[in-house]
T-cell receptor, first 113, second 113 residues
């Protein structure tokens, strides 16, 4: 069973602060996706990383895939209240898993004014 | 708006009731999914349909019965549920059978009394 542990589980910060969310596994994934889920909505894809060591930027969000493709991080610079939500990482397996994704445990972020 | 709609958005039912959840995708996708999201637990995959055929049943109790009449519609029939089945039920779709982005609906918040 491929498990994805996210840390921290909860994070409450002030507007303007920086933060990093981690997604770790003992399994290797062929690709890893990050989603954000806002209250009352389903998760929405932010980014997909595929290559070990890959770094992708989406405005103030920076995503990195570990060299061994077992872990990933999400760094947010100068957080804003609009960044509030549940952040989920999801890994696609290597062992012929077809279109199954394994979702992480989630990080609930709250950014206050 | 992700192109995936779910009805109803909220549902309260007794343990002896029978109800159905509906999901519709307007994206021309060929794969559809049911997930269960409970507090403090990772997103749990329940069922996967590819080209209207069920390809995954993740050890889901028989009180949950999926139906996929065509590639655009997915149902989850519920009967004799338990209070621990209370959760957010999310539907998702993706283009095909590889590990692409999944597009989620807003979910149905289910409360079983």
């Amino acid at each position: 069973t491929q498990l994805l542990e996210q840390s921290p589980q909860f994070l409450s910060i002030q507007e303007g602060e920086n933060l990093t969310v981690y997604c770790n596994s003992s399994s290797v994934f062929s690709s890893l996706q990050w989603y954000r889920q806002e209250p009352g909505e389903g998760p929405v894809l932010l980014v997909t990383v595929v290559t070990g060591g890959e770094v992708k930027k989406l405005k103030r969000l920076t995503f990195q895939f570990g060299d061994a493709r077992k872990d990933s991080s999400l760094h947010i610079t100068a957080a804003q209240p609009g960044d509030t939500g549940l952040y989920l990482c999801a890994g696609a397996g290597l062992t012929g898993g077809g279109n199954k994704l394994t979702f992480g445990t989630g990080t609930q972020l709250k950014v206050e004014l | 708006e992700t192109g995936v709609t779910q009805t109803p958005r909220h549902l309260v039912m007794g343990m002896t009731n029978k109800k159905s959840l509906k999901c519709e995708q307007h994206l021309g996708h060929n794969a559809m999914y049911w997930y269960k999201q409970s507090a403090k637990k990772p997103l749990e995959l329940m069922f996967v349909y590819n080209f209207k055929e069920q390809t995954e049943n993740n050890s889901v109790p028989s009180r949950f019965s999926p139906e996929c009449p065509n590639s655009s519609h997915l149902f989850l029939h519920l009967h004799t549920l338990q209070p621990e089945d209370s959760a957010l039920y999310l539907c998702a779709s993706s283009p095909g059978t590889s590990q692409e982005t999944q597009y989620f609906g807003p979910g149905t918040r289910l409360l079983v009394l």
